[in-house]
């Protein structure tokens, strides 16, 4: 008897639950009738057991409102699906790279993080692959090597690769290098790939590289000393290389370049984040800098122009004007 | 208490995979601490999900559990990054205590969570109402669908949340 009537408590608490669920729903709604809002303060007031599932239901919905509304687009981005993402651009609502999350660089997500072989920020690597082509991998990179029968594939996830190909004995197997935005194709070469949020960037040293767009229907041959860029579905102009491949020396050069640029540049070497205010964007840097050593970089900044650089930690650098 | 057959079994497995996959998320991670963590990790995730592979599958079920674990890794600490970012824009008097922000963190990273278990119907009706502050009707008109059909959705969003946040 007395196990029975706790079982039946049980049940009404459960269902007192699943009624305050329900009002708080309602009350979401954003058009909420006094009547509504009347008939749920008539429920609250039934019993102590009502108000104490609405309590529960309260402490969820403070949590949620702890939640920042300017962190909610990483949760969103989370969702591939192309329809939901035209919505969203409908709205204004899309697009959380970049602007909002500065540390989360243009990558594919987890797949870089489980690639076969991945630098640090900050860190490069020498890779010698298995037909004895060469890898050079710089800061935040990640790259799966697919070799197979047919061909030598690298796919390049995040970051940027320089790649020293061999002749491939017996098989002559092409190397080509993939990222989301198409393929470039070795013609017995030297080459640096570097894969950026709209585009990928192959600049070619020796030889020539095939690029071809993702959907298929551009390609184009780049000789040595000329760069183009690969666009989702199309291909940039060809321009000469400057000096993009400075970085295989440990440098970065800047020639009367935007000190905006500059510091996004840096940034890609250093752990955390450097923001810097829209005044000292349009001022202009030339020289050639050890990009390794990037607190070093910041203040030999400071002796050429008017700036003053605040530390909030290690990882959080703003630079003002001074 | 534990099965004796069962607590070997998962020694044998420890004493033989720990080293390897511990080696491996090294590689992957670059930090020995959490790489160690993470080793740790996967073995609790194994025991408790009261598997047990076969010796033969052993190393694809401890590579694919440390995955998942790195995702998860990955993902916390996006929203921790993007917290942290928004924390600094604010001013100083508007800047929440510690208790509060670790609540907040942890619940931004649980309502990850439980919005990444909900179909995308589900999802977007709640971000909208929830973060965009539209009506149900506004809702409805966005999505193409109905009125009944939001609070349907809303539902099922807020009873996950209720069980996970």
Redesign the interface.
């Known amino acids: 008897m007395n196990q029975h009537s706790t079982i039946n408590v049980v049940t009404d608490y459960s269902r007192l639950?699943q009624e305050a669920?329900?009002w708080?729903?309602?009350l979401?709604?954003?058009?909420v009738t006094a009547d509504q809002q009347h008939a749920f303060e008539v429920w609250l007031s039934r019993s102590d057991a009502h108000q104490q599932a609405w309590s529960?239901?309260e402490v969820?919905q403070q949590?949620?409102q702890?939640?920042?509304?300017?962190?909610?687009?990483?949760?969103?981005n989370?969702?591939p699906?192309a329809k939901?993402r035209r919505?969203l651009q409908?709205?204004g609502?899309a697009a959380v790279t970049g602007g909002?999350?500065?540390?989360?660089r243009q990558s594919d997500?987890?797949q870089a993080?489980?690639a076969d072989y991945?630098t640090?920020t900050g860190?490069q690597e020498k890779v010698v692959l298995a037909d004895g082509s060469e890898l050079i991998m710089n800061t935040s990179t990640s790259v799966d090597i697919a070799y197979s029968a047919r061909e030598r594939r690298l796919v390049l996830h995040e970051g940027e690769i320089y790649i020293s190909t061999v002749a491939d004995h017996g098989s002559n197997r092409p190397l080509l290098v993939q990222t989301r935005h198409g393929t470039a194709t070795a013609l017995g070469t030297k080459f640096n790939v570097r894969l950026k949020h709209h585009e990928t960037r192959v600049s070619v040293d020796e030889g020539a590289v095939k690029l071809r767009s993702s959907n298929g229907l551009h390609d184009l041959t780049i000789a040595s000393g000329m760069q183009a860029g690969l666009l989702t579905g199309a291909l940039s102009k060809v321009t000469a290389n400057g000096s993009e491949n400075a970085w295989l020396d440990g440098k970065l050069v800047a020639e009367q370049l935007r000190l905006g640029d500059f510091l996004d540049e840096l940034s890609r070497y250093r752990m955390g984040?450097i923001r810097y205010d829209q005044t000292v964007a349009n001022m202009l840097v030339s020289g050639v800098f050890p990009l390794l050593d990037t607190d070093r970089v910041l203040q030999s900044l400071l002796q050429a122009l008017p700036l003053r650089i605040d530390y909030?930690s290690k990882y959080?650098v703003t630079v003002h004007a001074s | 208490m534990p099965d004796p057959g069962v607590q070997q079994q998962l020694h044998h497995l420890y004493s033989h995979h720990y080293g390897w996959l511990k080696a491996w998320l090294r590689?992957?991670l670059?930090c020995q601490h959490t790489a160690a963590d993470l080793a740790q990790d996967t073995f609790v995730r194994l025991i408790v999900s009261d598997k047990k592979p076969l010796p033969e599958q052993s190393r694809a079920y401890l590579t694919q559990i440390a995955?998942g674990l790195?995702?998860d890794l990955?993902?916390r600490q996006?929203?921790e990054?993007?917290?942290q970012?928004?924390l600094?824009?604010l001013p100083p008097v508007e800047t929440?205590s510690p208790e509060?922000q670790a609540?907040?963190l942890q619940?931004?990273i649980?309502?990850?969570k439980v919005?990444?278990q909900l179909p995308?119907k589900v999802?977007?009706t709640f971000?909208?109402?929830?973060?965009?502050?539209?009506?149900?009707?506004?809702i409805a008109d966005?999505?193409g669908i109905s009125v009944a059909a939001v609070?349907k959705y809303?539902?099922k969003a807020?009873?996950a949340?209720?069980e996970l946040?």
């Not at chain 1, 702890?66 to 969103?76: D, Q, R, S």
């Not at chain 2, 971000?127 to 506004?138: D, N």
């Open positions: 639950q669920l329900e708080q729903v309602m979401w709604s954003g058009e529960e239901v969820m949590k949620l702890l939640v920042p509304h300017a962190t909610i687009g990483l949760v969103k989370r969702l699906s939901r919505v409908m709205l609502l909002a999350v500065p540390v989360v997500g987890w993080l489980a991945r640090h860190q984040v909030f959080w | 590689k992957k670059s995955k790195m995702i990955y993902r996006r929203l990054l993007a917290y970012e928004w600094l824009q929440p509060q609540i907040a619940s931004l649980q309502l990850d919005l990444d995308a999802r977007e971000i909208l109402s929830r973060f965009e502050q539209l009506t149900y009707s506004q966005q999505l609070r809303m539902l807020t009873q949340c209720m946040l």
